[in-house]
Structure formats: C-alpha cells, structure tokens
C-alpha cells in the first residue's frame, strides 16, 4: 500500500447529529412514560365494580336495619322494615347513577 496520506479527511461526526440523537432519545423517554398504564394494582374496572356492590350492599343492609330498627321501637315493625329497606334501595340506586355519570379520573 501506499504511504501517502488520502485525498479527504475522514469525516468528524458533526455535534449537531448527537444534539439531535440525545433530543430524539429525550423525545422518546417522554412518549414511553406518557403512554405507560396511569393505574397500579387493581384497575379502574375492577374499583368501579367493587364500589357499586358496596353501595348496592350498603344502601341494602342499612335500610334494613335502620327500618327495623325504628319499626322496633314504634311498634310498626314489619313497615317500618319495608319503609327502610326500600329506601335504602332508592339510596343506593342513586349513588350507583351518580358513580356511573362521573367522569373517570385522569
């Protein structure tokens, strides 16, 4: 081979290349931590469920006994257990609509 040097300069890689490789890796951590799953443990369906089965159970078993227990004590028991369990009913129905019309959270 030859001992004279080569007609070009090797090219330099130019700083703007790696300005532009940090930014765009930069870039790219931003979007993968965007789109990552918000919600660890159980997720939002799951919660929601459980929630409206604890208002529904809630609105049940309250009503029942706070109707049996004023039924009890005004003597007009099997009414006032039917007065408080179907109001315990109606509460826990709009507690489950005013869950369903909320927004979920962000």
Known sequence: MSDDKPAREPIQEDARIDAL??????AQ?????????????????????NKVLADLLGGLLGGTVIGYAIGYFTGTNPW????????????????????????PDE
């Open 80 to 103: 006032g257990l039917l007065v408080g369990l179907f109001l315990g009913i109606g509460v826990a129905f709009r507690n489950i609509i005013r869950a369903a019309n909320q927004r």
């Open 29 to 49: 951590q931003r979007e993968e931590e965007r789109n990552r799953p918000q919600v660890s443990g159980p997720d939002a369906n799951y919660r929601s469920g």
């Open 21 to 26: 490789e940090a930014r765009l890796k930069a």
